[in-house]
């Protein structure tokens, strides 16, 4: 027997910025950063590299996609967009755990400078209703020419984390404000 939905022409019609399941249709973006153990400048020489093609060799296998990387010598900035059903944790989860095995089996000296490469903790926010083209044109405007100099150095600080999710809420009102979005 088939277990394919039936074709729903409602579904057909969807705006391209939602996406669909068999029962759930969503539209999640949401902004994950992390950093190595000890906020450790380790990521350089060709790691970089490899850890966004290890992150985009995992999209191919789980449900999301990643619009956006930044990998800076100290810290990981992504833009996730996934299945509600998936999670993020679990995205987050599987992603620092196999790029930690393979970086570190990969680049040896990785396993003399840190204990464990990654920390225990990530800083994750939605990106809400604002099309990715706003909230990276907000960051490029308000603080440079790339979109992740806005959280440079700041996620492991309570007050930044403040700051961060203020500017993301000044982000989506301003959107709504402007385009009447509900």
């Keep these: 027997m088939d277990r394919c939905a039936p074709y729903n022409p409602l579904l057909a019609k969807l705006p391209l910025q939602y996406k669909a399941n ?36 995992l999209c191919t296998e789980k449900p999301c996609v990643l619009p956006a990387v930044e990998i800076m010598p100290d ?10 059903q998936f999670g993020i944790h679990t995205f987050v989860k599987v992603a620092k755990g196999r790029s930690s095995r393979l970086l570190r089996s990969g ?55 403040v700051e961060l999710v203020r500017t993301y809420a000044g982000v989506n009102k301003q959107y709504v404000e402007n385009q009447k979005y509900v």
């Excluded at 973006?29 to 590299?49: A, I, N």
């Excluded at 810290?75 to 509600?84: A, I, R, S």
């Design 22 to 57: 068999r029962s759930v249709v969503y539209s999640c973006k949401s902004h994950v950063v992390w950093t190595p153990e000890y906020r450790r400048g380790v990521l350089v020489g060709g790691m970089d590299e490899r850890l966004k093609i290890i992150l985009n060799g």
């Design 75 to 84: 810290h990981v900035h992504l833009l996730v967009e996934g299945d509600p």
């Design 107 to 161: 680049f040896p000296r990785l396993k003399s400078r840190l204990p464990t490469l990654w920390t225990n903790s990530y800083f994750v926010s939605t990106v809400g209703g604002a099309p990715l083209s706003v909230i990276t044109d907000h960051g490029i405007n308000r603080y440079g020419s790339r979109w992740d100099v806005m959280w440079a150095g700041h996620v492991p600080h309570a007050s930044s984390r």
